[in-house]
């Protein structure tokens, strides 16, 4: 299970942490997203981490956002600053990995609101 959190109400220019905590155990993760999804618009994903540690982050949060991971995966942060009102929507984490060598997941956490105001 996922369990995403920290969203909330922030000032346009501040920063804000996000963390996606992962409970149960996982033979192997590939990656961890994050993702968002603003009102009438379609999920985009934001940012991706993979196992060997290697990130990639969507044009117009690059250099702003930075993912990262705790040594056993257990939780995975989004760590954003000079927030705008574009970056408001419902923040979401996605894993996918394998519970064994024939039982692969796909797992999405509930998202987090994040609300920067102007």
């Known amino acids: 299970q996922l369990q995403a959190s920290g969203g909330g109400l922030v000032q346009a220019g501040g920063p804000l942490r996000l963390s996606c905590a992962r409970s149960?155990?996982?033979?192997?993760?590939?990656?961890v997203d994050w993702y968002r999804q603003a009102p009438g618009k379609q999920r985009e994903v934001v940012a991706s981490?993979?196992?060997?540690?290697?990130?990639s982050y969507a044009e117009s949060i690059k250099d702003r956002f930075t993912i990262s991971r705790d040594n056993d995966w257990t939780v995975t942060y989004l760590q954003m600053t000079s927030l705008k009102s574009d970056d408001s929507a419902v923040y979401y984490c996605?894993?996918?990995?394998?519970?064994?060598?024939?039982?692969?997941?796909?797992?999405w956490g509930k998202g987090t609101l994040v609300t920067v105001s102007s």
């Open positions: 996605r894993i996918q990995g394998a519970y064994d060598p024939w039982t692969p997941t796909d797992a």
């Open positions: 981490i993979t196992s060997g540690g290697s990130t």
């Open positions: 149960g155990s996982l033979l192997k993760i590939d990656t």
